[in-house]
């Protein structure tokens, strides 16, 4: 199936193309490589950069708003036309803003039609199943948009980078995954990742944000001061698994998002592009409703 927003059929995804990890190549599929691809360096792509901004924070959120009011329409003609269904994945470190893109982008949206799935640790029952069990349950059945707050990623994050599995079982996941998003892509779901980046710097200052009001309090835990310490360890495994999973059927896309602002318009501009090409229509009605008339 191809991509919606294949980048010979939309001026918006050659935009996005500075942004993604490299050539998707479709023989990046894991274990049927020669060698595992090269890794992406996160340091050669700006935090604070702001590619889609309109040029002032004001109007980037004016067109956010009328963006969210926009995917709104699509998302209920989405939902009405049943053909196609719909996975965003959000995945990024602490602070990056997975939950503020929710709100931002998607908020707007009817909740008959959109899921928001938020991931932690696997409970025991999950791990008593393979990696990928919990994940399959949740995808976005037809005419559905599902948002994975982080995502089946983490089984190639967090185990990597505390050497929980070996480097041989880090090859084989990447490989699952894509086979897995591979089979969504030609089942009928489109799976659409993007990457939330933030500078250590900006993760810093959300983080003491956090601290220093008393009402986001619960949103701080000691063990984000402990994965912060392994921040360039983490960064080398993002660099790993965009370039390894980056493909034609599911391409990454890494949103610079040190403004909050910009991150949302950039992610609702490219899902208001990938909606409308999808040539969405409502069912055809009865055409004896045509005659009806109520009394």
């Known amino acids: 199936m191809p991509f919606p927003l294949d980048s010979s059929q939309s001026s918006l995804w050659q935009r996005c193309l500075p942004w993604q990890p490299g050539p998707a190549e479709p ?3 894991g274990r049927r490589s020669k060698a595992p691809p090269t890794a ?8 604070g950069a702001k590619p889609f901004s309109l040029g002032s924070k004001s109007e980037d959120k004016a067109a956010v708003d009328a963006l969210a009011a926009e995917l709104d329409t699509l998302q209920n003609l989405l939902y009405a036309d049943k053909r196609h269904k719909l ?7 602490d602070t990056s803003g997975k939950d503020g893109t929710i709100r931002g982008v998607f908020g707007r949206m009817s909740a ?4 928001a799935v938020g991931w932690k640790a696997p409970t025991e029952a999950e791990r008593a199943h393979d990696y990928l069990w919990r994940i399959h349950q949740q995808v976005p059945q037809a005419g559905d948009i599902t948002v994975f707050n ?11 980078v505390n050497g929980w599995i070996t480097p041989a079982q880090h090859q084989q996941r990447l490989a699952h995954i894509n086979d897995f998003e591979r089979m969504l892509s030609e089942t009928g779901t489109i799976v659409l990742k993007f ?7 900006e993760q810093r200052e959300r983080l003491q944000e956090r601290l220093d009001d008393p009402t986001k309090h619960w949103k701080f835990s000691m063990g984000d001061i402990e994965v912060r310490k392994q921040w360039a360890q983490y960064q080398d495994a993002y660099g790993t698994l965009l370039a390894a999973t980056h493909t034609p059927w599911a391409p990454w896309t890494i949103v610079p998002s040190n403004s909050k602002t910009h991150r949302n318009l950039m992610i609702a501009t490219v899902l208001r592009d990938l909606l409308q090409n999808l040539d969405l229509r409502y069912p055809a009605g009865d055409p004896a409703l045509a005659r009806f008339t109520v009394e």
């Open 27 to 29: 023989a990046t599929q």
């Open 40 to 47: 992406v360096s996160l340091e050669d792509f700006d935090p």
């Open 87 to 93: 996975l965003v994945v959000l995945q990024g470190t």
């Open 112 to 115: 008959l039609g959109v899921h």
């Open 150 to 160: 982080r995502s089946h990623y983490e089984d190639v994050l967090v185990p990597v």
């Open 195 to 201: 990457l939330l980046h933030i500078g250590f710097d």
